[in-house]
């Protein structure tokens, strides 16, 4: 076997012991979870900010055969692999990392650290903030004459769309600090940029939140928040202003000089 294919093999190998690895710590900590808590108390707090904005003794529905099993298990499997998403990213960034300049390592692993907790601030606000304030408008509209039930499958698929959205939202100065360091854009167009920006979280935020003002400032807002500071952030990593060239460089010949060429031909 020839030295470039014992190397392509080599990282074959190193990539599969990666993933089992990563499989594990997933399975490790799902595992856990299903021991204690449990599935059900793991939906339970999930969707605490429903119940609580609920009226009082009303409960979620399930209307599927199989669905008060599966979604907890969902649910529960989503929670384990947030908690292994740094064993997952660090055996990402080990496999990776042989292959990166100095330069780019120092910069890589930081901005890698910071996007998973950008993303889980993102996940923790919309939880914690969005979803009580959200639930208790709109149960404010609720007619007297009806009782909300909702689906815990259908509730599932709301709060997936909402932390992902939240949570990708969040990641608006680690994106900045990329498309600068790259050179794609300069920090002066990003403050140039600043007014659409705005005008292109409040149209992002409309889409994907509910049609409710108070979901919709809850993610645009932050979003310009961040965007001030992805600009702050690129300050420290902006790349390098291209080398001019001597002023003589284009400087046409004199007559001397021609005659010296011609001379040379």
């Known amino acids: 076997m ?18 089992l690895r990563c499989l594990i710590a997933l399975a490790v900590v799902f595992v856990g979870l299903c021991i204690y808590p449990g599935p059900g108390e793991v939906y339970d707090v999930l969707a605490l900010p429903l119940t609580q904005a609920l009226p009082e ?11 008060p099993f599966m979604v907890p298990i969902k649910v529960t499997m989503l929670v384990a692999f947030v908690f292994a998403l740094p064993v997952i990213l660090f055996q990402l960034w080990a496999f990776v990392a042989p292959g990166l300049y100095a330069h780019e390592k120092r910069l890589a692993l930081p901005l890698v650290v910071a996007s998973y907790l950008l993303f889980l601030i993102g996940v923790s606000f919309c939880y914690f903030f969005v979803f009580g304030q ?6 404010s509209f609720a007619p007297k004459s ?3 039930a909702p689906d815990i499958e259908a509730y599932l698929s709301f709060v997936m769309t909402m932390f992902l959205a939240f949570g990708v939202a969040f990641e608006v100065p680690v994106v900045l600090v990329v498309l600068v360091k790259m050179g794609v854009v300069t920090i002066d167009k990003l403050k140039e940029w600043r007014a659409y920006f705005v005008v292109i979280a409040f149209i992002i935020a409309a ?6 003002v108070v979901s919709q400032l809850a993610l645009a807002i932050p979003m310009c928040i961040l965007y001030e500071l992805g600009i702050l952030f690129a300050r420290f990593v902006s790349a390098p202003p291209p080398k001019e060239a001597p002023a ?8 001397a000089d021609e005659r010296r060429i011609q001379d040379r031909s």
């Open 57 to 67: 003794g009303t409960k979620m529905v399930a209307i599927g055969v199989i669905t």
């Open 146 to 148: 009806i009782t909300p």
């Open 207 to 212: 889409i994907v939140t509910p049609p409710d």
């Open 2 to 19: 020839s030295q470039p294919e014992e190397s392509f093999v080599s990282h074959l190998v190193e990539l599969r012991d990666r993933l």
């Open 134 to 139: 959200v639930f208790t408008f709109i149960n």
């Open 248 to 255: 003589d460089a284009w400087a046409p010949a004199s007559e």
